[in-house]
């Protein structure tokens, strides 16, 4: 998306023309627009850091545009042109946020000035965001917890994208998180003060699915006694996540491409178009390169949707989030079932760190309000998990129970060393990257935990970095 420093929106062209021969004269990168709604327009495709407005235009007045803003883009300067008989209105604009007025005729002196101040803010704003970034590129929220490097990267990518209209793809397994992901990018985006819809695409049948969309008219079918809004003109000005999208029928995948094309819709049962302005984030727990090839999935539609995608690792993967993760649900259950435990026994984290967690942070979610329930003491004991956790911990060569907690962790990391060196056939260079660390610091673990590479003729930690994997 181009940046220019000023919109000038006045639907007279000798207001619209002198002001932007005399602002490019000056070295600001000026563009026009005859109105409101071509201004509303020009925003889809550009970002201006000051809106130089009249207030009285037919269609779309500047207060119109003012409040549309104010949904869109709420820290963009407006400066607004009024005549002597309209002070009223410009007062009005002020009360609505407008960053300052100028009357007519218009002194090119006070308006360079005004105009000067509203980019040294807009610049001061800019500046503290990038700063912001820097320092802390982003805020960990209530429900996103993680400290593993594999969540870190993910989220470095978030925070490019998060601010762009790009279309975005977030896939992962079942319970990785990917409806928390997506909120996530629009609460830390500039559409964060616009609203936030969703909706799983296989809840509901292709009927109603089409309803809740793109909304309905009266009459159109059975039980709609009235006009109805679907969630794309709700989330007008803000964001929409389509979960589950490769559950979306051939025809409503038409729709939705025609969404993404030319930004209109048309309820069920209507014929009028409807503008809308949304960022559209969708999630699959499957592949949409598979759907494609069996004619599933229109593949112009997976090409659209998946200029960003976003994979979130599974929970397995991610070994440095479970106890993170642990100690939050267990202050979270703690609250809402008035429990008061401190955290996990000393022989139950291990169990935790070797189960495989097959429906991932969910899962785990799930598993730790039980535990807090079913513990009898201050701390989470194996016996509160459930038994295919616990089974978990039979194929070390030491019963847990009989270890101290540094003890327990070592064979719990050594055991996931040697897994994860089995799976690439002991290749350091894949075995290091699936675990998140260097070769140098996975080649130090195998040495304290004596796992020798079986490929090894003199018995030493073998340097190969060969893989095959079938």
């Given at each position: ?20 021969e ?5 070295g600001y990168?000026?563009?026009?627009a ?37 949904g ?11 005549g ?42 800019e ?19 993680f ?21 975005v ?23 964060q ?18 309803s809740e ?7 159109s ?91 979130i ?31 996990l ?7 935790c ?97 004596q ?6 003729q ?13």
């Amino acid at each position: 998306m181009t940046i220019k420093d000023l919109l000038i929106v006045d639907d007279d062209p000798l207001v619209c023309d002198s002001l932007k021969e005399m602002l490019l004269m000056e070295g600001y990168r000026v563009d026009t627009a005859p109105g409101g709604e071509q201004a509303l327009s020009k925003l889809q495709e550009e970002r201006f850091r000051v809106i130089l407005s009249d207030i009285q235009m037919p269609g779309v007045d500047g207060l119109d545009l003012l409040r549309e803003l104010k949904g869109r883009s709420p820290d963009t300067p407006v400066i607004f042109i009024t005549g002597h008989g309209h002070i009223d209105g410009a007062v009005e604009a002020i009360k609505l946020g407008a960053y300052d007025y100028i009357t007519k005729p218009i002194e090119d002196l006070r308006l360079k000035l005004t105009l000067r101040r509203a980019l040294e803010q807009a610049a001061l704003r800019e500046s503290y965001q990038t700063l912001k970034k820097r320092l802390r590129p982003w805020e960990l929220t209530e429900n996103l917890v993680f400290k593993d490097r594999k969540m870190d990267q993910l989220l470095e990518l978030v925070h490019t994208i998060a601010d762009t209209m790009a279309t975005v793809l977030i896939t992962g397994e079942s319970g990785t998180g990917k409806s928390i992901l997506a909120r996530y990018i629009h609460d830390h985006s500039t559409r964060q003060e616009g609203p936030f819809g969703k909706i799983s695409c296989g809840s509901l049948s292709e009927t109603l699915l089409e309803s809740e969309l793109f909304g309905h008219v009266r009459g159109s079918f059975t039980g709609a006694i009235r006009d109805k809004k679907g969630k794309f003109e709700e989330a007008h000005g803000g964001t929409i996540f389509l979960d589950d999208i490769d559950t979306a029928s051939l025809n409503l995948q038409t729709k939705l491409l025609r969404v993404l094309q030319e930004k209109v819709i048309e309820r069920v049962g209507g014929n009028s178009p409807i503008q809308v302005d949304v960022r559209i984030i969708t999630a699959t727990n499957t592949s949409l390169q598979e759907e494609v090839a069996r004619h599933n999935f229109r593949e112009d539609l997976y090409y659209r949707i998946n200029v960003v995608n976003l994979d979130i690792p599974p929970l397995r993967e991610r070994l440095g989030d479970i106890e993170p993760l642990i100690e939050h649900y267990i202050q979270r259950f703690n609250q809402s079932h008035r429990r008061q435990i401190k955290g996990l026994a000393r022989s139950a984290l291990p169990l935790c760190l070797r189960y495989h967690w097959p429906g991932n942070v969910r899962e785990l979610e799930n598993v730790i309000e039980r535990a807090v329930l079913l513990s009898p003491g201050e701390f989470i004991i194996p016996e509160a998990l459930p038994p295919e956790i616990k089974a978990s911990g039979q194929s070390g060569p030491a019963a847990v129970g009989d270890l101290n907690l540094e003890e327990a962790l070592g064979q719990a990391e050594r055991q996931i060393l040697l897994e994860t060196l089995e799976r690439f056939k002991w290749s350091r260079q894949h075995s290091a990257k699936a675990l998140g660390i260097s070769r140098t610091t996975l080649f130090n673990k195998m040495k304290r935990f004596q796992l020798l590479d079986p490929r090894s003729q003199n018995g030493v930690y073998s340097s190969t970095e060969s893989l095959q994997v079938s």
